[in-house]
């Protein structure tokens, strides 16, 4: 039995993670770690665990924290997980980090965008982005795994297997992304008041967005080039889900089939990714850790259109399928 | 042309209250005063007024306002508007009272409900509870308008007529009623917080809710005896609208259709009340300042179901019904 | 490892039913029956079961079925079900029904409120309704099994610890229920097309609801003496959940703590049902198992909320539980 | 008092207009006409209409109409409209066809997209595109008006200045569309059932949506060179409103201040359409006739994105304004 502990836990992917591993056999929640110093009962803060949970809250140190746990979930602001995530590898646990932290290479990139000095730029290199679907032999050997932002997660498993086949130009990409409203987090904001957000379709952050630089990484990795995509994301007055509809200039000759065929090859062996005919909405992958991705081409531009749950494949359930990897269990344990 | 002033133009009933008056030919708004020091466009607060009105918020003395003004609109925070409106009944104004502040006239009443003493006690006796379909003749008289609350509008439109034909036993009335989002306000609050509350119904309040004891004052005096209401809020996943489902034990030998009858006679010349058989929904009447009323019996109970939109019928509407008829326009002026 | 084949399993309560056993370590799914004649995929009907379940969906006759599966999952319209339940028993199976038809002792009142001459009264007498938290014993050595329906699981809970405990009367209880859209299916009809119930709430089926009869059949057998509820739902623009405001008239000296206290009690041991201080939303059990109950006494009136799932704790999770406890699993198996 | 008949008044346009019409001050409703033999009341079809008008629904030869109206709408599916309306116009009626059939000038394209020979081609040519931002003069002087489609009203009056001044490419433009759920009309289909749509995003129609061709031929016309765009239509989880996200390239030098201020001209006299710094949402011009603009250039691509409500704005709302301007009355009348 794995011991883990949860850094995080009040927020909705520290919920998700928690209904994830309240399934899994061979785990066991041993600490939930907040800096808060009012304690509430866990199911105050998620009334939903009633029943699952029955561990307090507690502010606990490192030290107290290695003791009861061999691997750490991190699910804390930007900034804050780095600053939790180096004294816990130094202890001896391994750690998924949920926060965006590990998964830009570049220290001067993070900076740039995240408005921060990075506090443990010497593990950039080691940490491991925790995409199974790429990079699934350096995960199960990771001791630090980058878990994926959700918009990224999302444009990655359209475009990369296309990219590592040349069927589509590295240049040019434009990923129109639309995502549900936990992808926002937990604290209440003007934007996200219901009244005001609720029957309400609105672009944001277009340009600027932190996922951005996130996806050049990444994709650049795929192509061998280095690449720059357009991203912009969307707010969906719905909970949970993001369809991402990615445009890119084909190679020559490539049709809709043959990219359809190049993704359904790579993907063919995975568990949670599949490609089809089916235009796919958010809902037939919500509460899922799937992928559901389809392909058109309309009139010389390539059009991948992908959805996943924001906070499973986006978030938690990537987070447990990477810990599945990491520990030797199988991979879509916890997560069918 | 009246000329309008609004207090609490920032929040939902204030933009109901502007996009109702911005069709009314008879009306020029002439000031939007604020308390805030900062001092927005009126459309970086509502968008959607754009090209509608291009006033300023201002921070304006009570004197200021009475020299561009006739009639104010007040919307503020109960304790904030008594505050408010008593000097600018002082200064000649007309003032419809948005808030709860002259709506009990007991002070010992307001006192234990709202946590506060009223500032302007002498005034409770003097003003007209704003239903027009019940004190029409004394709202045409009035210097200051108390616009009842939303919750109460639904309940008093389905009962008091039944209360005043002795059709109901005015002892044991339970009033279910359910509101959408909207009715809560604009500040943000973590059970409005869009993911908390989409995708869930809810039961607040319960036997605490400030409207029981307006509820309470209205049907006593339509029913002629002091009575006391169970009254029970629910929050509804949707921006506006209220049902009220209210229970009632019949009169000796009343039927559904004796009290459908009583009800439909009741309001056969009122432009906005419709009796039917049909259940009604809220969308019937949102956008409108319609209240819509069906009547069942069932296993001896009555039960009366309404339907209005708490922002228009339940706040903004009815405010400005009741300033068509202080200020003698046709009473569905802007209301159609 | 039990055999389980499925009818039905294309509407909602299938798909939830699916993701369930899809979890359940002692369960396979063996047949997927239907009559319709075009067999579509699974994953065309349910796209989110994609990597759960590879079966196709067949017209199997009941002899195939025999031979395929120990148990059968009966998800059909009222009327289709008892003929298909019929043949099922006899070949051998036990069956978990969660359509209406075994839910009512009386024929007659069958046929009053379904307007449909039962065709297999003579199992009435031996069909357990399916309520583990009354009929526990009952279900375990039971052949076939009446899943509850949904509004009466939610009123049932609330109101049956009380009427043994005579901290209620019997007489007069009202429940005014409010659900989800997915209680009504999957069939496309106007009243539940998206523009038209999205941002609406409604009351209907006041006094002629189906589930009216069986909330009085079983509160009835729960107090001891002959009762009859009045019932009245209403429609929540949101996907799923049941919460239900039941109004009952206290027993003499009956406060607020001492029914919460009753109902703690009867519940105390029970691993999906949980009594709080708090008044809880349809959020609180959404995609669990669980029932949420909250107690208020205003005015003399008592009141208690609950909550369910109406999919899970009002549908498929409640047949999975009648499963582990007719096959002697862990009652929570599957459904944590 | 200009008469008008409206044809197809029992869907969402038809209700939008209705509304809109009860405000009209020169406007008076004569004939609702159906081809429907059962003939509903007019508000059993649109209770919110209860009060506004009392109309029967009545099945109307053209000679009727023309005795009773001067000017019809019509809002009937497409191959209907033109077989209704050039009758209408020969008998001497202003027509404002709410329908798809005259907005192609090109019979052989309609033929191609719509899969139906034109029944009325020789009025193609005369016919105006009810644009009035684009075509104000023509639209004065016809007796034909095609109503714009949702989808291209947002796409063109986002690019269309843009084309007319030479600040972006006419080739390789992309219009990422998102829609509410009432673009879709009011026939229950198993999308649009809510349980399936609500809480998902989807794509659909990618490339084979008719609005493409709309979208083609304005602004070619705009642009004076033949351009094909990308159109991908996408269903959101609300009832209305439409954001577009246009790609395209900008000409040399060209910056977002340039493109926003190329916008801002264009429309300095325009009631209804606002350019602004802010990233709009769709709830910024809900319930209004407004088009809001803003502007973005991302890593060289330029990126526009604009706002309606697609019941308005793209189809009742311009209606209106054609017909303002048809009719000499202030282009604003009834919009406000």
Chains 1, 2, 3, 4 share one sequence.
């Not at 900076?111 to 995960?139: C, F, N, T």
């Not at 086949?165 to 936990?182: E, F, H, R, T, Y």
């Not at 568990?271 to 037939?284: E, I, S």
């Amino acid at each position: 039995m794995v011991r883990a502990a949860i850094y995080g836990a009040s927020g909705y992917t520290g919920l998700e993670l928690l209904r994830l591993l309240a399934r899994h056999p061979g785990v066991e929640v041993t600490a939930l770690v907040t800096r808060q110093d009012d304690l509430p009962r866990l199911t105050d803060v998620h009334p939903s665990l009633a029943g699952r949970f029955d561990l307090p809250l507690e502010n606990l140190s490192t030290q107290e924290v290695a003791e009861r746990a061999d691997v750490a979930f991190t699910a804390l602001p930007h900034g804050a997980s780095a600053a939790t995530v180096s004294p816990l590898l130094e202890a001896g646990l391994k750690v998924i980090d949920l926060s965006a932290d590990y998964r830009l290479k570049d220290p001067a990139v993070y900076a740039k965008w995240y408005a921060l000095e990075h506090v443990d730029p010497a593990r950039l290199d080691s940490a491991v982005y925790g995409l199974p679907e790429l990079y699934r032999d350096r995960i199960r050997e990771a001791s630090l795994v980058a878990n994926p932002g959700c918009y990224p997660t999302s444009a990655i498993l359209a475009l990369a297997p296309l990219l590592k086949a040349n069927l589509i130009d590295p240049q040019g990409v434009v990923i129109d992304s639309k995502s549900g409203v936990s992808g926002a987090g937990r604290s209440p904001k003007p934007n996200f008041h219901f009244p005001e957000c609720n029957e309400s379709f609105s672009a944001y952050s277009v340009g600027v967005h932190r996922h951005m630089p996130e996806i050049d990484q990444v994709l650049s990795d795929a192509s061998g080039k280095t690449l720059e995509v357009v991203f912009t994301p969307h707010l969906v007055p719905m909970d949970r889900g993001i369809l991402s509809t990615c445009y890119a200039t084909p190679a020559s000759g490539a049709t809709a089939e043959r990219l359809q065929a190049a993704l359904a090859e790579f993907y063919a062996h995975e568990p949670f990714v599949h490609v089809g005919d089916r235009l796919p909405g958010t809902k037939d992958v919500a509460m899922t850790n799937n992928c559901s991705i389809a392909v058109r081409m309309v009139r010389g531009r390539a059009i991948v259109v992908s959805v996943i749950d924001n906070l499973i494949k986006g978030a938690s359930g990537a987070a447990v399928q990477n810990f599945n990897l990491m520990h030797g269990f199988a991979e879509t344990t916890a997560l069918i």
